[in-house]
């Protein structure tokens, strides 16, 4: 297996505690994604999107757990059904608001990821292939209000 990085990422949060935990709780956060110039000519065309899924590398999580207490609840969960960071592979995805693309550089708002993420790929987010209006949602359907912010739990 090869994964090569292809770019980085770029916010203004340095570490976890206060990150907000999803885009959904990022509204007003912007940042960038410098695309190394090797892999710039992929961006032609990306610009026709409101939305990117950007997929990434958590560098800095410490420990993967099969079981986690996520940032929303207070009981552990089975890792595969959270978002928790700690995972075996490490692996972030978030829909971001693509808002322009100047050359290699993509200007995004609602960014939830440490300044300096290694970007691993990008995929233009579409409604008519990404949005299902679901009725089941696990231990999340039962979860109140929540601030969106992460703390350190996982990057200690």
Known sequence: ???????????????????????????????????????????KDLDGFERIWLIYYFDRVKNAKL????????????????????????????????????GNTLHV?????????PLLDIKPYAKRMDYFDVERQGWLGKVGNHEGKADDRFHK
């Open 109 to 117: 708002s609602g960014i939830d990821i440490l300044d300096g993420t």
């Open 67 to 102: 079981t986690v207490v996520p940032y929303m609840d207070t009981v552990e969960h089975g890792v595969f059904a959270t978002r928790s960071p700690a995972r075996p592979n490490k692996i972030g995805m978030s829909a971001v608001k693509l808002e322009k693309v100047e």
């Open 1 to 43: 297996m090869e994964i090569k990085q292809i770019g980085t990422i770029h916010s203004p949060f340095i570490e976890a505690s206060g990150t907000p935990i999803q885009p959904k709780f990022a509204k007003d956060a912007n940042g960038t994604v410098v695309v190394n110039e090797e892999y710039a000519e992929g961006l």
